[in-house]
């Protein structure tokens, strides 16, 4: 079945630091992706709608400057959390579905703890 | 008030009871997730809903689109059950894309 993989499933990092976290569609191209943030005991929200090939799309109250996103290929997406702060510690999530087809089911990677010290 | 409300928030179980998990909303939807995630975060996707009801193994979910409710029912549930039961609406965000807003799950606990 289709296959997202999200990575590093952890980070600690101290404050200031950029971080990475790459999405990637292992056995399906996804012209749309999602990254979502989820707070201890908070539901999972959208953070931005990222599409191939043209800028991503974020949420209201989504910093776009402090959340680099670069969807570069059909398999992959990613999320860069610059001068991450201690308010930026929270669980990261990306999501896709082939082809960005609506009639089908989003397919989740496993997530990234995020700790800033 | 919160676009999707789920219900119980915390639910405990003996092994082989009957569950029932719901999800109301209050957004035009075009279909609607029942999504798993487990202790270290990761989610599946259990059923894609956009009318009447699905069956997979020991699991139903039921759809009412005129009430604006679903129920995901977990049938002789067994301790392996036990997660975070998460109800997500698709719905348009403008132009061509589509977004999920989520419900803030459900602690299913099933004891042995």
């Known amino acids: 079945g289709a296959v997202v993989s999200q990575h590093p499933s952890r980070v600690i990092c101290k404050s200031g630091t950029s971080v990475k976290i790459e999405c990637r569609s292992l056995?399906?191209?996804?012209?749309?992706m999602f990254w979502y943030r989820q707070f201890p005991k908070q539901s999972l929200m959208l953070m931005a709608t990222?599409?191939?090939?043209?800028?991503?799309?974020?949420e209201q109250g989504v910093e776009k400057d402090k959340f680099l996103i670069n969807h570069a290929s059909l398999t992959l997406s990613t999320l860069t959390v610059t001068s991450a702060h201690p308010e930026d510690s929270s669980f990261y999530i990306c999501?896709?579905?082939?082809?960005?087809?609506?009639?089908?089911?989003?397919?989740f990677g496993d997530g990234t703890r995020l700790s800033i010290l | 008030k919160n676009e999707v409300e789920q219900s119980p928030q915390n639910l405990t179980a003996q092994e082989g009871e009957f569950i029932t998990i719901n999800c109301s909303y209050s957004?035009?939807?075009?279909?609607l997730h029942w999504l798993q995630q487990h202790p270290g975060g990761g989610i599946v996707s259990l059923f894609m809903?956009?009318?009447a009801k699905k069956k997979h193994g020991r699991l139903i979910a039921t759809i009412n689109i005129q009430e604006k409710h679903s129920s995901l029912h977990i049938t002789a549930s067994h301790p392996r059950d036990s997660a975070v039961y998460i109800c997500?609406?698709?719905?348009?965000?403008?132009?061509?894309?589509?977004?999920?807003?989520f419900g803030k799950g459900t602690l299913l606990t099933v004891n042995p």
């Open positions: 990222s599409n191939e090939g043209s800028k991503a799309t974020y």
């Open positions: 056995d399906f191209q996804a012209t749309t």
């Open positions: 809903l956009s009318s």
């Open positions: 997500a609406v698709r719905s348009r965000s403008g132009g061509s894309n589509y977004k999920l807003t």
């Open positions: 999501s896709a579905s082939p082809r960005g087809l609506i009639s089908q089911p989003q397919h």
């Open positions: 957004v035009g939807i075009s279909a």
